[in-house]
């Protein structure tokens, strides 16, 4: 996992920048953020519901949160 994958999907995400965002979603390892990202785009594009909109942004933010916090967890613990 890149802690820098985290990193640029909240920047994408907070400069509406969608292509970047897909090219993320491509381009990670890690296919639960892959999935989120993807969730999140169809649902911007394709829905006119609002509130699904949202729900798939919070949920896409929820775990970018999770994982980063996971992952300087993981690193700190690591020697050297």
């Given at each position: 996992?890149?802690?820098?994958?985290?990193?640029?999907?909240?920047?994408?995400?907070?400069?509406?920048d969608?292509?970047?965002?897909?090219?993320?979603?491509?381009?990670?390892?890690?296919?639960?953020?892959s999935?989120k990202?993807?969730?999140?785009?169809?649902?911007?594009?394709f829905?006119?519901d609002?509130?699904?909109?949202?729900?798939?942004?919070?949920?896409l933010?929820?775990?970018?949160?999770?994982a980063?916090?996971?992952?300087?967890a993981?690193?700190?613990?690591l020697?050297?």
């Amino acid at each position: 996992m890149r802690i820098a994958d985290y990193d640029q999907a909240l920047f994408h995400t907070h400069r509406s920048d969608w292509d970047s965002l897909l090219i993320l979603m491509v381009r990670t390892k890690d296919h639960i953020l892959s999935k989120k990202i993807e969730h999140f785009l169809h649902a911007y594009r394709f829905e006119h519901d609002y509130q699904i909109v949202q729900s798939e942004l919070y949920a896409l933010l929820r775990y970018l949160d999770h994982a980063a916090e996971k992952t300087n967890a993981y690193l700190s613990e690591l020697p050297g």
